[in-house]
Nanobody, 115 residues
């Protein structure tokens, strides 16, 4: 079972920034397409961003221009830089590799944007 450990969440004011990190010890990390998902109340889950092994990225329309996904293959880590955060209900952010069953996702890290 692959493990991912997310960190960096917290409470931030509207307009602020957070940088989420995700680490794994899995040697196949360098070939994976990594993703950031978020899940808010009611279990609604959104695919926020992805990054392929060749560094190709995709973003949810609502975060384009504000969020940036990146990865460090040497450290086996993936990041999500979130800028100009907007008020929202708390959400937990997860970073599985694409195709991983939800049952195998990490614990996530909660982000709350509120004044």
């Amino acid at each position: 079972q692959v493990q991912f450990v997310e960190s960096g969440g917290g409470l931030v004011q509207p307009g602020g920034s957070l940088r989420l990190s995700c680490a794994t010890s899995e040697s196949r990390f360098t070939i994976w397409t990594m993703a950031w998902y978020r899940q808010g109340p009611g279990n609604r889950r959104e695919l926020v961003a992805t990054m392929r092994a060749d560094s190709t990225t995709t973003y949810l329309d609502s975060v384009k221009g504000r969020f940036t996904i990146s990865r460090d293959n040497a450290k086996k880590e993936v990041y999500l830089q979130m800028n100009s955060l907007t008020p929202a209900v708390p959400a937990v952010y997860y970073c599985p590799n694409m195709g991983t069953s939800y049952d195998d996702w990490g614990p996530g890290t909660q982000v709350t944007v509120s004044s």
